[in-house]
């Protein structure tokens, strides 16, 4: 018999693993998986919820205070910064600034908590443009005026693989036992929606644009808000239940909701708003750090350091004739403090924001739970079908899969890695989510994590170094329907100086384009009320 | 009596089961997909069961002699089943048909077990009683061998070990009985005989089974194996015929002997006759030593560095005298400096440090892009992070996999330099062991094929060399796509190309 050297390759592997089977395996057996719960502050945050806190012992005074130290508050102080105001603090709760963009470190590699990537940026993204070139993500142009992205952060090939039946394919679409019908169905909605792209309205807006304040107000594509992403499918007539699995994944992973709650506005968003053109990658790509977005939030972090106040819990924010007084509680020593400062930005999420601010209140904010597993392995998965790929997902799981933190690594022989396994909670309702995340123990967690991955990865069996746990009590805004085009959002967007609000939150859908300019808008809104002359960068 | 035959049912139930385990397992493992193994492996194996229990009909006479037999059988086929698939895996036409072939045998085996055990028992017993013991036991042997399987056998021992260790139980069985029976069975010497011999062929397996492995492995090679180890980042196989040495790397031909010095000197001179003194030269891969044998050609040269990322290779290279023949000893030299990482991230490091190394020539001596990982070693990114360690005059060289089998990905590695600024110099020759290969030459400035070479070379000469950088038609340039760390165009053409092939 004649061989092909890829039969010859692939029976050697086969060989190699029996023969290693029982040396190997011996050695690392039975070596329990450890790891732990992380998660942002719930038990810090609800004191928020009537509890009592001592008198300020301090007062100071600056111009700004920035509530929140997530990407629209590190936004807004980088902005700040480089306008020249340097009088102003960040209060940020957790003891680490980033919010979704947190990232965590081991000696495998860094990893990130939540945020993970950002498409090509839309024409209308301006202001976070800016920061792409400032921190070298962008680093030119083409004679088209398309932007000339790093190589080194642009998502290395493959990007995307599913696991069905057995096997791993390439790409996200089902297509082990997709009929002709699911294809054909396919084929139409990615040409509708994805056609939707560059589709302007009557106002010469995109109708689907990033940031989303930026898309047409024609009332007709507005309308879609009424209805769900499922509604909507139906009466375009997309019944493949392949299609569907596929829309329903979109928005669990960028919405933390399910295909049957999503504004079928936001569903279509999310394959419409993607216009970003790059000179040097395909239009579908988009930029990923080995620690996600914590990339970028680290960048930002790092010229605001001497601005930066963490663990701090802040309680009370009053208007006080020209200023406004911001108390807040520093867990470390247990005092608290007040800032009077000339403006204040709230870059923190609407229901922390109510409960300061109670004006604002608005029972029509709801919010996704999120749970988040970093999975420490000393082999590498496998598969056959196709190669690991960035994002590797697990066709019907309630789970999103797991993205391969080392997967932009230039080596050539990587053989440890950090999987980041997301789960939208979505399969209850939130507030029931959140009580059952909160309710189960670690080893459960580590259970229901290492029960799919070990399913479809046997080979890593006694390969799992260790698997921590992040809980997102309230990870992202839900678009659900009614909610994008709704007056809770409208009312929301209302700036009232010398308060200002800035986060992803007023935009319906949480992702690093939004929370950025939202952080910008409201530097800048700060500025004009500091009398600070300045460029937009909007 | 009574008791030794139901204590055997669970043995052989427990060893029944293992089979199958078995079976599934080493099937997923060579074929992949484990839910269609398991499921078509466990089905052909119960359907031979029942095939097995009809077939007992058909005993009439000597039962417990029957018995013995069987169990034998069992124990010498099931306990060899793990070894066998994995030696006949590369030997067959058709690794399916032997594989359901074995389960089926084996399966049908065991399908006599019980029901015989049945019918030995028939007078001991109440009806009753027999059938809740036996298939009580039966059940109860299954629970032990699932549990059994992972925990302990899998882990510990491994398939082949396993599947040895069972065989010796199953026979074991058998020489109880023998022994249990002796007077009430006469006639049995044929048959203990034969279950010695099978104990003994077993526990010989048990014992030495990875040296029967590796042995074995040299069946997939020509030639003996006369070294072997597996490294963190592959396996290194080195074969040996009369007159033939041969490298693999992962399964995959390295060089033979008979004619490395046609790809090895077409790899290195053409880059290093074109330059006037080389004296610094950067090699990644060839951690055999024989680019850099080529190299140390040119007295020029002062300083060789090589980026290989497996420590063995070069160990096993600069230190075995038949190799050390092989290469001059050039690991041995004093001008070389040896870096033990991933090629890429070291150009990274250099690139990025306050004072790049500048080197006359490049050579990339790295296997072919035949996954993603290797792929990045041939991207537009990682030949653009060269040219801080090249001059204007500095010339570069890639081996390309070869441009007759895969001419899409040949051409796809030459436009991709171009992409990445550099003017390109394509060329071909023969290398009997790999077939037509290609290379191509890199540099900034422009290229013209030296005419003046080293004396003593076996292939290259000013005529030879000329005649390389002429493609036929069946070579011709083609556009590709460009090989980006975003969308390796170039491992898929060479996936797609190599898998087409046929010849090889």
Redesign the interface.
Known sequence: ??????Q??K?????????????V??AE?DAPVTGQILGASAKIGHQLRGGTFPAPITTTEKDTVIIGGGIAGLGAGYRLLNAGVTDFTILELEQDTGGNAQSGKNNVSAYPWGAHYVPLLTDECRAVKKLFRDFGIITGEDDKGRAIYN??Y?????HERLYM???WQEGLVPQAGATDEDRRQYDAFFKQVEGLRNVRGKDGRKLFAIPVDDSSQDADWLALDALTMREWMLREGYTSKYLQWHVDYGCRDDYGVTLDDTSAWAGIHYFAGRSGVAA???DS?FVTWPDGNGFIAKKLAAPLAGNITTQALVFAVKREGEHVAVDYLDQKTGTAHRISARTVIMATPQFVSARLLPEIASDNFSYAPWAVANITVTRMPEG?GA?LAWDNMVFDSKLLGYVVATHQG??????KTVLTYYWPLSHLPPKQAREEALARSYEQWRDIFLGELLAVH?ELK?FVKSLDVWIWGHAMVRPLKGFMWGDARRNMLKQTPPVFYAHSDMSGISIFEEAYTHGVRAAENTLVHLGRAFATEL | MQTLLLISVIVIATCGLVYELIAGTAASYLLGDSVTQFSTVIGCYLFAMGAGSWLTKYVERNLIGVFIKVEILVGAIGGASAMLLFLLFDHVASFRVLLYFLVFIIGMLVGVEIPLLLRILKDRLEFRELVSRVLALDYLGALFASILFPLVLVPYLGLVKSSFLFGMMNVGVAVWVIYALKDEVPSLAASRASAIIVLVLLTFGFVYSERIMTIAESGAYPGSVIFSQSTPYQRIVITKTRHDLRLFLNSNLQFSSVDEYRYHEALVHPALSALDNPKSVLIFGGGDGLALREVLKYPSVEKVVMIDLDPAMTELFSQSDILTQLNNGSLLSKKLEIVHKDAFIWVREMQQSANPPQFDAVISDVPDPSNFSIGKLYSRTFFSALKSLVHDKSVIVVQSTSPLVARKAFWCVNNTLQDAGFKTAPYHLNVPAFGEWGYVIASLSDFTVPEKYPAGLKYITARSAADMFYFPPDMAHLDTKIQRLDDQALVRYFDQEWSEYQIY
Not at chain 1, 11 to 22: D, K, M, R, T
Not at chain 1, 154 to 158: M, V, Y
Not at chain 1, 410 to 415: G, I, Q
């Open positions: 018999m004649i061989f092909t050297r890829r010859l390759l029976s050697g592997a086969a060989f190699a693993a029996a023969l290693g089977f029982g040396r395996r011996h057996a190589e080194y642009l998502c290395s090939d493959p039946f057995g096997r040097n990658t395909d790509n056959t190669e230039l080596e050539t022989n990587p053989r046997p006694g």
